[in-house]
């Protein structure tokens, strides 16, 4: 069983920044591959980032490519996702999830564990 508490979200401007964690607790964290995937309100559930379980690969949307980041800190069992120039498009709430198969899937239906997300908010 893995628990996944992500934090950072906030209401931000047009072009800010921020940074999102998810810490990881239960199953060995550094096995796994991590995504990033939001959700606007009506809106289907989005892939935004994913990286392997030893950091050798990411992916990201088209959308975010350029802007975001994502990382990983296996000593501190957390994932971040780094968010740059920040459009009102980003505002959702952002979702981690773990899947140990390894690989950086870009479909939720890989993901084996999900937090309970975080809001983030971009205002024109």
């Known amino acids: 069983q893995v628990q996944l508490v992500e934090s950072g979200g906030g209401l931000v401007q047009a072009g800010d920044s921020l940074r999102l964690s998810c810490a990881a607790s239960?199953?060995?964290?550094?096995?796994?591959?991590m995504g990033w995937f939001r959700q606007a309100p009506g809106i289907e559930r989005d892939f935004v980032a994913a990286i392997s379980w030893d950091s050798e690969r990411t992916r990201y949307s088209d959308s975010v490519k350029g802007r975001f980041t994502i990382s990983r800190d296996d000593a501190k069992n957390t994932v971040y996702l780094q968010m740059n120039s920040l459009k009102p498009e980003d505002t959702a709430v952002y979702y981690c999830?773990?899947?140990?198969?390894?690989?950086?899937?870009?479909?939720?239906?890989?993901?084996?564990?999900w937090g309970q997300g975080t809001q983030v908010t971009v205002s024109s």
């Open positions: 239960g199953r060995t964290f550094g096995r796994a591959a």
């Open positions: 999830a773990a899947n140990f198969g390894g690989a950086p899937h870009n479909n939720g239906n890989a993901y084996d564990y």
